[in-house]
């Protein structure tokens, strides 16, 4: 290497070694043998062998007397290209199109790594990979692990830094020392956050060790993200493997040994890890200024004891040199002269290490196996040459990463297929010499993405905050806070790409860890790679894998072929005639067993018996208890406590779920079974929701106690009217019933029969019926309600198959025919949208006056505010809240109610209904007029809330829509005349053809069972070999 | 495949199937299995299974471990160290180092606790416990353990992975990754929690630190869902999920067919049919309801919870050791307790009163420990069990608050051990005579790892892991000793 830039210094210390002597204090002696200088990984890079990759491998290959395999087809290759540089997969006709591509092979596929290299998915790819090398989290760990703030600048940097391919020597000097650059800038500044991401005890026992634990956070990250050397065992001891002493170790600790330790960022104390840049602020280093404290070397790594007092210099491996260093006005300007050794071309680690580590990251396995480790203890370099070729190759394309990828994947090597071969197999069963491509599992962070990315949930928005993925309540119960520090994101937020998952030491997602994600402690070269049963669980019954096979179900089924199309997504291509067959065997099994459940409804509670307050207040009720996601609103139930921020679950008020609509005087019968684990289970009657609690009446089936009880609820206390003992058998449906007569409740469990009550009458008041779960799950099946005019059943509804995304960054174009009457209006996916302001209209005009008997059915969702609706008979429209004629059909939310009006320039009342309306949920309105008739309907009920005779009916005019003082949206609008349908918005969103679900749908869907089944089907597709592994 | 694990390559590849990690037992839906013949055909090179049964290094008594966490620290003049020089001096003003390098004025805090020697072995319990000291002739008690760190946070991480620096394997990833798992269908390392919280700092205690996630505890919960993501969602019956895993297993069956050299591929297959038996075996080590009722009275399960706000149920931990015996019976080799959760008084960590802090948590595990002895005993279990019990520090000799509270002491506490190998009725080492540090017979906790390791049949020098240049150990670089003084 050349050293000529550097002078040496005392050279005699580099001489005492070397004679083995102990010079000045260092506790052991310690000496550089000539075998350690002749180590490979020392010596300069080689002149590169012209012949390039595949002459180099090819010989390596006749030497070990293996064959080469014949090349991947071109299906195998697309997915391999895009699984190593996006992390993503081919759609089916991008994968059919390169198939099809006529150029030879070799053209074709150097065509498709440009364009896949141009893309942004590649930074979010990559950048990962190096997140890993520098041990990348977004909290400091131990007890309190609080949150680093703004970490994910850093990450944001990596991504565009790889995007961008940003040269490699560059990158290192922006971590290392972009605040000492002179054109550092704002990138430079985020790029040093590098020394902020390491794990941080603000409580540490002995705060003198504790700087000195983080300097070594520092030294190691460094040493072997950048230059393969594990230096961190010389802290206490001379290396035991390699030539590094302790001196090098505290020398080389000491060009760190200004930098401002990491601290919690506190008001007016911040700059020691936050520093503004344009964006806001980013975590970053300062140091104390231009002068160093002295650093000492420790005997025995003892903070307490400081013996020589060490300076900034290189490893005697590397001659002792010393860096110029060069002081700026507030630093000590060591680090930069460091960070210019390592990425100088002359160095001979730096370029080797990370053509390495891009080999490994294409083939899964490095040319040096333990990509941290290029030490005697790391695994032996397999190919000396071709590390060689490489990291000349890296230097001499300007450290451009992109040039890499080409390079190595523009090989006959890169192409081969990853078929076994028996001889081969005997000689090299690990493919270290390349003879065939390497079968690769895809990584945490990978199969989440793609699962998302087939069922077409995949939210593509790149950088900024991160999201929190959803924890399961056990997950969360492990915390000594459970839940703190933890977060809730909107689904979109939640459907964005694993990069930009929240990243918590002490809670790291289930998902990613049990698939082996990275290990955020310290630098990680490669992930072990594990196969167990926890995996499987979880691609069997995660919350993840059902959702999204729903969704994928839910694509597949708008086609013709269902089946199909499900591998298409799932897979990438067509079934074969045998899949075919085996998928059609399960389906109609499958089919036919859903169909015995189609009348389930199942309440599951997941929730931690204490939780930290603030996450409690954040967590949605829907995640306490999870059921059916439409029809029913959902409550936490009664926590207490408080002490240190904890709150505790109350076994006797537990989280319920409500029915959305009243039910006064009803009769409820059916079944209920208790799961395994269910302690309690109880059943909600004339239930009115008092904040998170109830007030009404409660049967409770204790099956841990064995006993029925009737309690009442009132103003936060119970008190029981009735109680019996009875066992509770678990696993088996229990039929039961309950009735309203005459101010009693009778009760029927099985055999046994109560009726409460009988002294004096209940005051039964009005309620909804309603269902709780303590324990475990509980399930309903055939449960019925009924009044005077019939028995009405109540199911599940699928409600994933029914979600919709908020129309945010709609678009301001309305689609022709519509005329807006004030207010701000907003389409998108034809889902029409306005602010809350008063009496905005949106009139269809596309038709003109309408006549005759004119049906008009829209759903409608009130995000925020009072009252929307409908209106028809429209004339003489102008902005302006009163200007204009017509009958309007509104859903009044404050008051819980649906009103028919008529308007001529002042409203009149017509009628007016009790009705179950619902912030945030999907209502759907329905109005006839035929003549003086008007018909409203609610939520897909046969019977009309209203049916008025209207004295004096309004002319022919327009349909629209009106709202006053509400945030709302509308979809699925249906206007028909004369028995035409005139206009149909068909949001492109799931049961679009079905009524909207906004209550209890009366008419089950069809083919429940059918889409039920698909569903399991495009799940187990997500389980399949084929889908986690690439060839 | 990955060369942090090139040691596992080297042991136990004829064991692939028979673990928690990819196992085949009872009921096959692949239809292939017991595939000794499927995978004797495959090449070895990439098979690797992580919880494959593993050799001792030599014969023991112990075959598993439970380890009974008192989170938070227990006061060690308040339960097993008694000390007659603190009760006489109690009130008397001293300097006592509190934090590190802080050193304070402060009152001697004697217990309030009446302590008598029990059995034939005469050893020193409290009345706090009065269920435990019926066994004390079980016990060996080591009263002169130290560690190095005064918080909590460092103090668990040291005391579970041996180093006070995040990012370590745990003592049970450690039995986990050396001794594999015996039960084909249970994890081989489980955690059950309080159910106020977890400790300090959460999941770093049972990670498996920079080796695979497959070595870390399984957190198990007693009631509720068991495991994560155990039972199918929505409404798919356990016939349905069989189905299901039978179409998946066929279609990889024949994804197989091109690729048999990938040993992953079969080993997927396999844990497929695993996750489909733990359906129905971890509830089953689980339910308890076919123990007698003598024994569930046994473990205190018939007990009430205390009246104090933050005490709970005697039932929690009795049912969690009851389930510990099960999960012992069943093969699991390391089983972890915690007894407290949370923060301050919701645990051991007796600052605000030990007085109160003794009532809230004493009662809430002296029945189910006893009963855990006695159960152990009387089946012919103790042998083959290593039992341990103490937290990850001890407490000051001196007052604390208003309300009698002990600050954390790492310089000398309590721990002891009973079963497989233990020399039973020992006391072992000594405080100074004040309880404040150890003084006689010093181990530093290093020494409890290598003592934990060598009762399981493990070399503490023997068992290491490739990391950041260094063969790692639990026990770490400085040398640590087994404590001879305990072993029978």
Same mark, same amino acid.
């Given at each position: 290497?050349s050293?000529k830039r550097y002078?040496?210094?005392c050279?005699?210390?580099?001489?005492?070694?070397?004679l083995?002597?102990?010079?000045?204090?260092a506790?052991?002696?310690?000496?550089?043998?000539?075998e350690?200088r002749?180590?490979?990984?020392?010596?300069?890079? *080689?002149q590169?062998?012209?012949?390039g990759?595949?002459?180099?491998i090819?010989?390596?290959?006749?030497e070990?007397?293996?064959?080469?395999?014949?090349?991947?087809?071109r299906e *195998?290759?697309?997915r391999r290209a895009?699984f190593d540089?996006l992390g993503?997969a081919?759609t089916y006709s991008q994968?059919?199109e390169?198939?099809?591509?006529?150029?030879?092979v070799a053209?074709?596929?150097?065509r498709? +790594?440009?364009?896949?290299?141009?893309?942004?998915?590649y930074?979010?790819?990559w950048?990962?990979?190096?997140?890993?090398v520098v041990r990348?989290?977004?909290t400091?760990?131990y007890?309190?692990d609080?949150?680093?703030p703004?970490?994910?600048r850093?990450r944001?940097?990596?991504?565009?830094a790889f995007?961008?391919?940003?040269?490699?020597?560059?990158?290192?000097?922006e971590?290392l020392a972009?605040d000492?650059l002179?054109d550092g800038?704002?990138e430079?500044l985020?790029?040093?956050?590098f020394?902020?991401l390491g !794990?941080f005890?603000?409580?540490?026992?002995?705060?003198r060790a504790a700087e000195?634990?983080g300097?070594?956070d520092?030294?190691?990250t460094?040493?072997?993200?950048?230059?393969g050397?594990?230096?961190?065992?010389a802290?206490?001891?001379?290396?035991m493997?390699?030539p590094i002493s302790?001196?090098d170790?505290?020398e080389?600790?000491s060009?760190?040994?200004?930098v401002r330790?990491?601290?919690?960022?506190?008001r007016g104390?911040?700059?020691?890890?936050l520093r503004?840049v344009k964006a806001?602020?980013?975590?970053s280093?300062?140091?104390k200024g231009?002068?160093a404290d002295?650093?000492?070397?420790?005997?025995r790594?003892?903070?307490?004891r400081?013996?020589?007092?060490?300076?900034p210099?290189?490893p005697g491996?590397?001659g002792h040199?010393?860096?110029?260093?060069?002081p700026?006005?507030?630093?000590?300007g060591r680090?930069?002269a460091?960070?210019?050794w390592i990425a100088d071309?002359?160095?001979? =680690?730096t370029?080797r290490v990370?053509?390495?580590r891009?080999? *490994?990251?294409?083939?899964g396995r490095?040319i040096?196996?333990?990509p941290?480790d290029?030490? $005697?203890a790391?695994?032996p370099v397999?190919?000396?040459?071709?590390?060689?070729?490489?990291?000349q190759?890296f230097?001499r394309g300007?450290?451009s990463?992109?040039h890499?990828h080409?390079?190595?994947?523009?090989?006959r090597?890169?192409?081969?297929?990853?078929?076994p071969?028996?001889?081969?197999g $005997?000689?090299?069963p690990?493919?270290?010499?390349h003879?065939r491509?390497?079968?690769?599992r895809?990584?945490a962070e990978?199969l989440r993405?793609r +699962?998302?990315q087939?069922s077409?949930?995949?939210?593509?928005?790149?950088?900024g905050?991160s999201?929190f993925?959803?924890?399961?309540?056990? !997950?969360v119960a492990?915390?000594? $806070?459970?839940?703190? #520090?933890w977060?809730?994101?909107r689904?979109e937020?939640?459907n964005?790409r694993?990069?930009y998952a929240?990243v918590?030491?002490?809670?790291?997602?289930?998902?990613?860890?049990?698939?082996?994600?990275s290990n955020?402690?310290g630098?990680?070269?490669s992930?072990p790679?594990t196969?167990v049963?926890?995996q499987?669980?979880?691609?069997l019954?995660?919350?993840l894998v059902s959702?999204n096979a729903s969704?994928i179900?839910r694509?597949?089924?708008e086609?013709?072929d269902?089946v199909g199309e499900?591998f298409?997504l799932?897979?990438g291509r067509?079934?074969?005639s045998?899949?075919?067959v085996?998928?059609e065997?399960?389906l109609a099994?499958?089919?036919?067993k859903h169909a015995?459940t189609a009348?389930q409804?199942r309440?599951?509670p997941?929730?931690?018996?204490?939780?930290?307050?603030?996450y409690?207040?954040?967590l949605p009720a829907?995640r306490?208890?999870?059921?059916p996601?439409?029809g029913w609103e959902f409550? $936490?139930?009664?926590?207490?406590?408080?002490?240190?921020?904890?709150?505790n679950?109350e076994v006797?008020w537990p989280?319920?779920a409500?029915l959305?609509?009243?039910?006064p005087g009803?009769?409820?019968?059916g079944?209920?079974?208790l799961?395994?684990?269910?302690?309690?289970?109880m059943?909600?009657?004339q239930a009115?929701?008092? #904040?998170?609690e109830f007030d009404?009446y409660?049967?409770?089936?204790?099956?841990d106690a064995g006993?029925?009880?009737?309690r009442?609820?009132?103003?936060?206390k119970?008190?029981t009217?009735?109680?019996?003992?009875?066992?509770?058998p678990?696993?088996?449906?229990?039929a039961?019933? !309950?009735?309203f +007569?005459?101010?009693?409740?009778r009760v029927?469990?099985d055999?046994?029969?109560?009726?409460?009550g009988d002294?004096?009458p209940l005051?039964?008041?009005?309620?909804r019926?309603?269902?709780s779960a303590?324990g475990g799950?509980?399930?309903f099946d055939e449960?019925?309600?009924e009044?005077?005019?019939?028995r009405?059943p109540?199911i599940d509804i699928?409600?994933?198959?029914s979600r919709?995304?908020?129309?945010?960054?709609a678009?301001?174009? =309305?689609p022709g025919g519509?005329?807006?009457?004030?207010?701000?209006?907003?389409?998108?996916?034809?889902?029409?949208?306005?602010?809350?302001?008063k009496g905005?209209?949106?009139l269809w005009?596309?038709?003109?006056?309408?006549a005759g008997?004119?049906s008009?059915?829209?759903g409608?969702?009130v995000t925020?505010?009072d009252i929307a609706? =409908?209106?028809m008979n429209v004339?003489d429209?102008?902005?302006g809240?009163?200007?204009?004629?017509?009958?309007?059909?509104?859903l009044?939310?404050?008051?819980q109610?649906?009103v028919?009006g008529?308007?001529?320039?002042?409203?009149i009342?017509l009628a007016?209904?009790p009705?179950p309306?619902?912030?945030?949920?999907?209502h759907?309105?329905?109005t006839q007029v035929?003549?003086?008739r008007v018909?409203v309907y609610?939520d897909?009920r046969d019977k009309?809330?209203?049916?008025?005779?209207?004295k004096?009916p309004l002319?022919?005019?327009l349909a629209?829509?009106?709202?006053?003082?509400a945030?709302?949206e509308y979809?699925?609008i249906?206007?028909?005349?004369g028995?035409?349908?005139l206009?149909?918005?068909?949001?492109e969103t799931p049961?679009?053809d079905?009524a909207?679900?906004?209550?209890i749908?009366?008419a089950?869907?069809?083919?429940?069972?059918g889409r039920r089944?698909?569903?399991?089907?495009?799940?187990l597709?997500?389980?399949l070999?084929?889908? =986690?592994?690439v060839? | 495949?990955?060369s942090i694990?090139?040691d596992?390559e080297?042991?136990g590849?004829?064991?692939?199937l028979?673990?928690f990690g990819?196992?085949m037992?009872g009921?096959?839906?692949?239809?292939? @299995?017991? &595939?000794e013949r499927? @995978?004797?055909a495959?090449?070895?090179?990439?098979?690797?299974n992580p919880?494959?049964?593993?050799?001792?290094? @030599?014969?023991?008594k112990?075959?598993?471990?439970i380890?009974?966490?008192?989170?938070?620290g227990?006061?060690q003049?308040?339960?097993?160290d008694?000390?007659?020089e603190l009760?006489?001096n109690?009130?008397?003003?001293?300097?006592m180092? /509190?934090r590190?390098?802080?050193?304070?004025?402060?009152?001697l805090l004697g217990t309030?606790?009446?302590?008598?020697?029990h &059995?034939?072995?005469?050893?020193w319990?409290?009345?706090?416990?009065?269920?435990?000291a019926?066994?004390?002739?079980?016990l060996a008690?080591i009263k002169s353990l130290?560690?190095d760190s005064?918080a909590?946070g460092?103090a668990n991480?040291?005391?579970?992975c041996?180093?006070i620096?995040?990012?370590?394997?745990?003592?049970g990833?450690?039995?986990?990754?050396?001794l594999?798992?015996?039960?084909p269908?249970?994890p081989?390392?489980?955690?059950m929690l309080d159910p106020?919280?977890?400790p300090i700092?959460?999941?770093a %205690?049972?990670a498996?630190?920079y080796m695979?996630?497959a070595f870390? &505890?399984t957190v198990?919960?007693?009631?509720g869902?068991p495991?994560?993501?155990?039972?199918?969602r929505?409404?798919?019956?356990h016939?349905?999920?069989?189905?299901?895993i039978r179409? /998946?297993?066929? @279609?990889?069956r024949?994804h197989?067919a091109a690729?048999q050299?990938?040993?992953?591929?079969s080993?997927r297959i396999?844990s497929?049919?695993?996750?489909y038996q733990l359906?129905t075996s971890a509830p089953?080590?689980?339910?308890i309801s076919?123990?007698?009722?003598?024994?569930?009275?046994l473990?205190?399960l018939?007990?009430?919870?205390?009246?104090?706000?933050?005490?709970?149920?005697?039932?929690?931990?009795g049912?969690q050791?009851?389930?510990?015996r099960?999960?012992?019976?069943?093969?699991v080799?390391?089983?972890?307790l915690?007894s407290?959760?949370?923060?301050?008084?919701?645990?051991?960590d007796?600052?605000n009163?030990?007085?109160? %802090?003794?009532?809230i948590h004493?009662?809430? /595990?002296d029945?189910?420990?006893?009963g855990?002895l006695a159960d152990l005993?009387?089946r012919?279990?103790?042998?083959e069990?290593?039992?341990v019990?103490g937290g990850?520090f001890?407490r000051?000799?001196?007052?604390?608050?208003k309300?009698g509270?002990?600050?954390h002491n790492?310089?000398?506490?309590?721990?002891?051990l009973a079963g497989?190998?233990?020399k039973?009725?020992t006391s072992?080492?000594?405080t100074?005579?004040?309880g404040h540090?150890?003084?006689?017979?010093r181990?530093h906790?290093?020494?409890l790892?290598a003592?934990i390791?060598?009762l399981?049949?493990l070399d503490?020098e023997?068992?290491?892991?490739?990391?950041?240049g260094?063969?790692?150990?639990?026990?770490?670089?400085?040398?640590?000793e087994?404590?001879?003084g305990?072993l029978?």
């Open positions: 290497m050293r002078k040496r210094a050279p005699g210390i580099a001489l005492l070694f070397a083995g002597l102990n010079c000045v204090h506790e052991d002696k310690f000496e550089i043998t000539a350690d002749a180590y490979w990984a020392f010596q300069d890079l *080689q590169p062998n012209p012949a990759i595949d002459a180099i090819d010989a390596k290959l006749s070990k007397g293996l064959v080469a395999n014949p090349p991947a087809s *195998q290759l697309i895009y540089l993503l081919p994968i059919r390169f198939a099809a591509d006529k150029a030879p053209e074709a596929f150097a498709l +790594i440009d364009r896949l290299l141009a893309l942004p998915e930074g979010e790819r950048g990962r990979h190096w997140l890993d990348y989290a977004q400091n760990g007890e309190r609080d949150e680093k703004n970490a994910w850093y944001d940097y990596v991504i565009a995007n961008s391919d940003k040269p490699y020597d560059r990158f290192i000097l971590q972009g000492e002179t800038g704002d430079g985020i790029a040093t956050g020394y902020r !794990v005890d603000d409580e540490p026992d002995d705060k000195f634990d300097l070594d520092m030294l190691r460094t040493s072997e993200t950048f230059l050397l594990t230096v961190g065992c802290r206490c001891h001379d290396h493997f390699d302790q001196v170790y505290y080389l600790a060009f760190f040994r200004n330790q990491y601290q919690k960022p506190q104390k911040e700059g020691a890890v503004k806001g602020m980013a975590l280093v300062t140091e231009p002068k002295d650093t000492h070397l420790l005997i790594g003892d903070a307490g400081p013996a020589q007092k060490v300076t210099r290189l491996i590397f040199l010393q860096p110029d260093i060069v700026t006005t507030v630093s000590t680090r930069l460091l960070a210019k071309p002359a160095n001979p =680690l370029a990370m053509a390495n891009i080999w *490994q990251y294409h083939f490095g040096v196996a333990t941290n290029f030490g $005697k790391g695994h397999s190919n000396a040459v071709l590390l060689d070729f490489l990291a190759e230097i300007g450290w990463i992109k890499m080409r390079v190595v994947m523009n090989t090597a890169y192409r081969r297929s990853s078929s071969h028996a001889a081969n $005997k000689i090299d690990d493919n270290i010499h003879w491509g390497n079968l690769r895809l990584e990978t993405d +699962i998302l087939a077409g949930a995949l939210n593509k928005k790149r950088g905050s999201f993925p959803v924890l399961n309540g056990e !997950v492990g915390a000594s $806070k459970p839940g703190r #520090g977060g809730w994101s689904a937020e939640r964005r694993s990069i929240f918590k030491r002490t809670m790291v997602y289930p998902f990613f860890e049990i698939f082996d994600y955020t402690e630098s990680l070269g992930r790679e196969t049963a926890p499987a669980l979880l691609l019954n995660s919350e959702d969704l179900a694509r597949a089924l086609k013709k269902p499900a298409r799932v897979l067509d079934p074969v045998r899949e075919r085996t998928a065997t399960f099994e499958a089919r036919q015995v009348g409804i309440f599951r997941d929730f931690p018996p204490s939780l930290f307050k603030d409690h207040a954040l829907e306490f208890l999870q059921g996601g439409a409550f $936490k139930g009664k926590w207490t406590g408080g002490y240190e921020g904890i709150i679950a006797d989280p319920f409500l959305q609509i009243a039910t009803f009769r409820f019968s079944k209920v079974r799961e395994k684990n269910t302690a309690r289970a059943i909600l009657l009115r929701p008092r #904040g998170q009404g409660a049967l409770l089936l204790d099956a006993r029925v009880a009737v009442h609820y009132s103003g936060g119970f008190e009217l009735s109680e019996r003992q009875a066992a509770i678990r696993l088996q449906p229990l039961f019933s !309950v009735e +007569i005459n101010g009693q409740i029927v469990v055999d046994l029969e109560m009726l409460v002294s004096k005051d039964m008041g009005d309620g019926f309603g269902v303590w799950p509980v399930i449960v019925a309600i009044d005077g005019n019939g009405y109540l699928d409600y994933r198959l919709v995304s908020p129309p945010s960054g678009s301001v174009h =309305l519509w005329s807006a009457f004030g207010g701000k209006w907003t389409v998108r996916d034809n889902v029409i949208g306005v602010t809350k302001e905005p209209k949106l005009d596309a038709a003109g006056k309408l008997e004119v008009f059915t829209a409608l969702r925020d505010g609706g =409908l209106i004339t429209p102008k902005v809240a009163d200007n204009w004629n017509g009958y309007e059909v509104s009044y939310l404050h008051e109610k649906l028919l008529s308007h001529e320039n002042n409203f009342t007016s209904v009705a309306v619902t912030r945030g949920k999907w759907q309105i329905r035929a003549g003086d018909k609610l897909g009309p809330y209203i049916d008025f005779i209207v004096k002319p022919p005019g629209g829509l009106r709202t006053w003082g945030e709302v979809r699925n249906k206007i028909e005349s028995g035409k349908t206009i149909f918005t068909q949001a049961a679009a079905a909207e679900p906004g209550g749908v009366l089950p869907d069809p083919d429940r069972h089944a698909l569903a399991q089907f495009c799940s597709l997500l389980n070999n084929e889908f =986690l592994y060839d | 495949m990955s694990i090139r596992l080297k042991q590849r004829r064991d692939f028979r673990s990819t196992s037992a009921i096959s839906l692949s239809g292939i @299995f017991p &595939g499927v @995978f004797g495959a090449p070895a090179s990439a098979l690797v919880l494959a049964v593993r050799p001792a290094h @030599f014969p023991t112990a075959k598993a471990c380890y009974l966490y008192m989170y938070g227990p006061s003049m308040d339960l097993f008694y000390k007659p009760q006489k109690d009130g008397k003003e001293v300097d180092e /509190i590190r390098r802080e050193i304070r004025k402060s009152k309030r606790r009446v302590f008598k020697q &059995g034939e072995s005469g050893l319990c409290s009345d706090a416990l009065p269920n435990i019926a066994h004390m002739d079980k008690v130290y560690m005064f909590h460092s991480l040291q005391m579970n041996g180093r620096l995040q990012g370590h394997p745990s003592l990833a450690w039995v986990a990754h050396a594999g798992s015996s039960n269908n249970l081989g390392f489980v955690v106020r919280g977890g700092p959460g999941a %205690n049972w498996s630190g695979p996630a870390q &505890g198990l919960r007693s009631t869902n495991i994560l993501n155990l039972s199918p929505g409404q798919v019956t016939e349905m999920q069989g189905d299901k179409t /998946i297993n066929a @279609f990889n024949a197989l690729r050299s990938y040993s992953e591929l080993a396999a497929y049919d695993l996750a359906h089953e080590a689980l339910d076919a123990e007698s009722l003598k024994t569930r009275q473990y205190g018939d007990l009430l919870k205390g009246d104090h706000a933050l005490s709970i149920p005697p039932a929690h931990f049912r050791c009851l389930i510990a099960r999960l012992v019976e069943r093969g080799r390391f089983v972890q915690y407290g959760g949370g923060h301050q008084q919701q645990n051991w007796a600052h009163g030990v007085e109160e %802090n003794l009532k004493c009662p809430e /595990i029945r189910p420990i006893a855990l005993e009387q012919g279990m103790l042998e069990t290593l039992v019990w990850e001890g000051q000799p001196v007052w604390q608050g309300n509270g002990r600050d790492p310089k000398g506490f309590t721990y002891w497989g190998g233990v039973p009725g072992y080492g000594e100074d005579p004040l540090e150890a003084a006689v017979n181990h906790v290093r020494d790892h003592t390791l060598h399981m049949g503490h023997r068992v290491t892991y490739p990391y950041g260094l063969d790692q150990k639990l026990t770490g670089v400085v040398p640590a087994v404590i001879k305990l029978a």
